[in-house]
């Protein structure tokens, strides 16, 4: 059986929840908030400047919001058996993520995936600005991730597979060898090679030809 590589998008494809409107909801914004992350996952609203809106909000949390946050996270019914069903085929799981890494990093250990990348957001004196640092983890980074991640792993692009639910996982689904829509908006429906539309992420792996 030949080695794969599968990206997985986190937000409400790894786990059930947008990090952003849980950190976002102890900022008093929540509501702006996931408005402005539901016009993103549609594709409505270009994900960069989405982003920069809904960071702007979190100024003035301390880091330690980071904790509590992961606290509440859950995984999505079935993600960490798919996970460890690729691993056990010797499979190389990844995440690549429009979040945030302070939250991605601990989430990605918690399943045995060192492969990630994802959003920084500044902070002074453990005090968030409202500001990313670095560059924006948005659809064209999410393909190049997955093509930087294959070629590290030397693993052929017809042997790769991307999952997510949101226009910012588009890119990244149509550089895979096979982009699978979870539980996603219309738009992503419709462009993926296949759509999956099931309570656990189990799921996709009757679409995977092993």
């Given at each position: 059986m030949p080695a794969h590589l599968v990206v997985l998008d986190v937000d409400s494809t790894l786990i059930t929840a947008e990090v952003i409107e849980l950190l976002a909801e102890r900022a008093g914004s929540r509501a702006e908030v996931a408005a402005v992350t539901d016009l993103a996952m549609r594709g409505e609203i270009d994900f960069a400047e989405s982003l920069k809106q809904r960071v702007a909000t979190l100024a003035g949390l301390p880091t330690s919001v980071f904790a509590d946050v992961l606290d509440e996270i859950e995984f999505t019914p079935g993600a960490q058996a798919l996970v460890a069903t690729f691993q056990q085929r010797g499979w190389t799981a990844a995440l690549v993520s429009g979040g945030f890494v302070e939250v991605v990093e601990p989430l990605a250990a918690k399943v045995n995936i060192t492969l990630f990348r994802a959003n920084r957001l500044e902070a002074v004196d453990g005090i968030l600005t409202g500001r990313t640092v670095g560059p924006v983890v948005d659809s064209a980074a999410k393909a190049h991730a997955l093509e930087e991640f294959?070629?590290?792993?030397?693993?052929?692009?017809a042997h790769t597979i991307a999952i997510g639910d949101g226009a910012n996982?588009?890119?990244?689904?149509?550089?895979?060898?096979?982009?699978?829509?979870?539980?996603?908006?219309p738009k992503v429906q419709q462009l993926a090679d296949v759509a999956v539309n099931a309570a656990s992420l189990e799921a996709v792996l009757d679409v995977i030809e092993y």
């Open positions: 294959a070629g590290q792993l030397n693993i052929p692009i996982d588009l890119g990244m689904m149509a550089a895979a060898g096979l982009g699978i829509a979870f539980n996603a908006k």
